[in-house]
């Protein structure tokens, strides 16, 4: 079913001792592609998310002083029969397979048919989620990695915050009702969003921005 990885971008860092007992070795995301379909979205998406990945490694430690080893891989998946639909539950399978020491974070090219997550995703621990939307018309890059900011990285931002506040220590109350307080803020109350640019400095709405965060100074 999983046919080989094709690309891969790595941040390492220095690896802590493990103050906390569930803390995972690595962060490996996790970018889903039929497998005839892979090579183009490698082409298309793998730039944006490679450098999306190495935002997040920083973003991670900026705002909630965590320091883990991140990595990305592409997985061509054959749309298999009825049963082997790609599903949470799929993905919930494959994260135990690959280690549940690692936290998977998957860039999944569908959506949970059910989550108690306002953000189109899913967390557990050690797990992450977000259905990757992509543009339905074809369109140049720079349109392409601009929808990108808007549409995927506030999700990935919410879905990590979940879980790195859980691993934190935190309360439910603050690693998953916070979170959606917050978000409903930036939806609904249109609180903005954070922006940043390529070279993560933050920046806003109306200049180029390269990543759209939730307010984590919030959380
Ligand atoms: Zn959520």
New binding site residues.
């Given amino acids: 079913m999983i046919t080989a990885a094709a690309a891969a971008a790595t941040c390492t860092t220095a690896s802590s001792d493990g103050d906390l007992w569930d803390k995972p070795e690595k962060l490996f995301f996790i970018y889903i592609a039929k497998s005839d379909e892979w090579q183009k979205r490698q082409q298309e998406d793998w730039e944006y998310v490679s450098s999306m990945v190495r935002f997040y490694h920083w973003w991670a430690r900026r705002f909630f002083d965590y320091e883990i080893s991140v990595e990305a891989d592409i997985l061509p998946v054959i749309p298999g029969k009825l049963f082997d639909r790609m599903s949470l539950g799929y993905l919930l399978r494959d994260h135990e397979e690959r280690g549940k020491d690692t936290y998977h974070f998957y860039l999944a090219n569908f959506k949970p048919f059910w989550t108690d997550?306002?953000?189109d995703g899913y967390?557990a621990d050690n797990f992450g989620m977000i259905h990757w939307k992509r543009p339905k018309e074809q369109v140049g890059e720079t349109a392409r990695n601009t929808f990108f900011a808007d549409e995927n990285c506030p999700k990935v931002s919410?879905m990590l915050a979940?879980e790195i506040l859980r691993q934190n220590g935190k309360k439910k109350k603050e690693y998953f009702e916070k979170?959606?307080e917050l978000w409903q803020q930036h939806k609904e109350k249109k609180k903005p969003f954070l922006y940043f640019d390529s070279q993560f400095k933050r920046t806003n709405v109306a200049g180029t921005y390269r990543f759209v965060t939730l307010d984590a100074t919030e959380l």
């Fill in positions: 997550c306002q953000a967390a919410h979940h979170v959606h």
